[in-house]
């Protein structure tokens, strides 16, 4: 019996592999017609390899069998790392990093190493980093960015010198001010300057605004009078030409004082005074300023004068007018009969009329200043009276009664006549002129002896008790 051998079949599973993890490889064994692949593999078949042996058993077409194996290692694991997860505030720019491969593929077109200012809200980057080997490892970053706080310094102020002013700025949790100025706190600016404030909220985000403190500028202050000079009492318009305030306070040295920008001003006393304009601007500033001497006012001259004679007879009409004026040194007299004078005290003769004048003096200072006086005289009849001295009340039809004769120069009207025994006591009175003392006394003869008698009556001009006569009679039987 012959015995023959058929040749072993020589396979081969090829060379040993290493991949990266979860990677896809196919076995391609030959040699054979038949492959059983250990652990389920199937030849020609991509498959996700483990790390370790795989053996394959190959037969032919006469049924012999072969063996082969094939040894499967992975590459290191790259350990890609893309970085902390990060809080920024809005606008902060940063640089996207990766470690730990050769190449990186950031999404959304990164490369690495860039530097980029994400978005406000919530940022999530992927990096896929890649080693020598072609394996990869996947890595990503969170960046939440937080908004600025809106900072708000307020509007710019206008103040007035050495006044405070307060600083307060809003939209976040704490605030420094440029200049040591503390939020909320009133300070004294010396200087016009721009103050800064940076507000920070509760993530540590920060705003800046600024505003400007400035002084207001102090207005160019003038006044003007309608007058400037005048007598006294003189009355002036007084009006603030500044055109800036809101209120004004006008102040003299006489110790007065008028309020409005525009005010009228009686100044009563004579002299040259200071005037100060204090005006306040619409936000509170008071500013002042003073004209020495820009108001005068002279003294009114004092016009007084007194006739020698107020009452002058028809038959002597003549009068001296005494000059009392003080302060003057002109004089105008009107005498009031249509003449005048310029003499100091004039004596004046007036017609021969019956009446009364009104004499005006007009008294005139070296400044041009004037006062009046006025008096009245008057030109009057003659008065010619006859009183007797003694009468006989007897009953022989002489002599009975006692009256006094008066004959011009009088008011009958305004006649009264009265006798007084010797112990004062009124013995008689009557008004009217024709009517005399038949010397008797409440029914009886008076004694003889001496009476006092008293007339009062008016002129015929003035008609006033301006004529009292008295005397003394006797009476004899």
């Not at 592999?17 to 492959?35: D, F, K, P, R």
């Not at 009355?235 to 500044?242: H, I, T, Y």
């Not at 009104?358 to 004037?370: F, K, M, N, Q």
């Not at 009175?429 to 001496?450: K, L, M, P």
């Amino acid at each position: 019996m012959v015995v023959a051998f058929f040749p072993t079949p020589v396979i081969d599973a090829g060379p040993d592999v290493q991949v990266c993890v979860l990677t896809e490889i196919s076995m391609n064994v030959t040699g054979a017609q038949t492959y059983i692949w250990s652990s389920g593999v199937q030849n020609n078949t991509p498959f996700y390899p483990s790390e370790g042996i795989y053996s394959v058993i190959g037969t032919d077409v006469n049924g012999c069998r072969a063996y082969d194996t094939v040894a499967v290692s992975f590459f290191p694991v790259p350990q890609v790392n893309a970085g902390l997860d990060q809080e920024l505030c809005a606008n902060t720019s940063i640089t996207l990093q990766a470690t730990g491969s050769a190449n990186y593929a950031w999404n959304s077109g990164i490369l690495n190493g860039d530097v980029l200012t994400p978005a406000v809200g919530n940022n999530l980057y992927t990096v896929i980093g890649t080693d020598a080997n072609g394996c990869s490892d996947t890595d990503e970053v969170a960046i939440l960015v937080h908004p600025l706080p809106n900072v708000q310094a307020g509007a710019d102020q206008v103040i007035c010198q050495n006044a405070q002013v307060t600083l307060l700025a809003t939209g976040a949790q704490t605030y420094t001010w440029t200049n040591g100025v503390l939020n909320g706190q009133p300070f004294t600016p010396t200087i016009a300057s721009f103050y800064t404030v940076t507000g920070t909220d509760s993530h540590g985000c920060t705003d800046t605004d600024s505003l400007q403190v400035v002084f207001e500028a102090p207005p160019a202050m003038n006044m003007s009078f309608s007058v400037n000079q005048g007598c006294a009492p003189l009355e002036v318009d007084l009006a603030n030409a500044s055109g800036t305030a809101n209120d004004c306070l006008w102040s003299f040295s006489d110790g007065t004082a008028a309020v409005g920008c525009d005010a009228t001003h009686l100044f009563e006393t004579a002299g040259c005074w200071d005037v100060t304009l204090t005006s306040t601007s619409a936000i509170g500033c008071v500013y002042d300023t003073t004209l020495s001497q820009a108001i005068c006012v002279f003294p009114t001259p004092n016009a007084a004068f007194q006739p020698t004679v107020y009452g002058m007879l028809e038959t002597h009409p003549i009068t001296t007018f005494n000059n009392g004026s003080i302060g003057a040194v002109t004089y105008d007299w009107d005498f009031g009969d249509g003449t005048g004078s310029n003499q100091e005290s004039p004596t004046h003769t007036y017609p021969e009329d019956i009446t009364t004048y009104d004499v005006i003096l007009t008294a005139t200072s070296d400044h041009g200043c004037v006062d009046t006086a006025i008096a009245t005289v008057w030109v009057e009849e003659d008065l010619i009276y006859y009183v007797p001295n003694t009468f006989t009340p007897d009953g022989d039809g002489h002599n009975e009664d006692f009256k006094p004769v008066i004959e011009s120069g009088f008011d009958p009207n305004s006649y009264h006549f009265y006798i007084y025994n010797r112990w004062g006591q009124q013995v008689f009175e009557s008004e009217d002129i024709n009517e005399g003392w038949d010397g008797t006394f409440n029914g009886f003869v008076a004694q003889d002896g001496t009476y006092t008698w008293k007339i009062e009556f008016k002129s015929t001009v003035r008609r006033q008790v301006d004529n009292v006569v008295t005397g003394h009679v006797n009476i004899l039987k």
